[in-house]
Nanobody
Framework: QVRLEESGGGSVQAGGSLKLSCTAF????????SAWFRQAPGKERELVST???????TYADSVKGRFTTSRDYDGRRLYLEMKKLEIDDSAVYYC????????????????????WGQGTQVTVSS
């Protein structure tokens, strides 16, 4: 059974830094794409960053230059390093991964992000 578990959230003042971790159980995060999402109260869930192959991370414009996504070589952990945090970065952050199945003898990744963690709260204050 696949389980994703985030950690590292907390409270920080604007301008500060946090590093989130996501540990995968029963799965490897480099099998297909993995990502960080966030959701603030009253807002829709927002895609923060995705990573497929090492060195190919993409970012939302709102976090570009401040956030960095990385992944352990063995695919067990995903990280989101957040610097120069802003009040608008306050949200519950979720890690997610696309699923992988075997179709006619070949691996096939799911279109959608299939696996989700329970989320970790990040609160940025002035």
């Amino acid at each position: 059974q696949v389980r994703l578990e985030e950690s590292g959230g907390g409270s920080v003042q604007a301008g500060g830094s946090l590093k989130l971790s996501c540990t995968a159980f029963g799965y490897v995060l480099n099998a297909c794409g993995s990502a960080w999402f966030r959701q603030a109260p009253g807002k829709e869930r927002e895609l923060v960053s995705t990573i497929y192959r090492p060195g190919t991370a993409t970012y939302a414009d709102s976090v570009k230059g401040r956030f960095t996504t990385s992944r352990d070589y063995d695919g067990r952990r995903l990280y989101l390093e957040m610097k120069k945090l802003e009040i608008d970065d306050s949200a519950v952050y979720y890690c997610s991964a696309k699923g992988r199945s075997v179709v006619e003898g070949n691996y096939k990744c799911s279109e959608d992000f299939q696996f989700w963690g329970q989320g970790t709260q990040v609160t940025v204050s002035s």
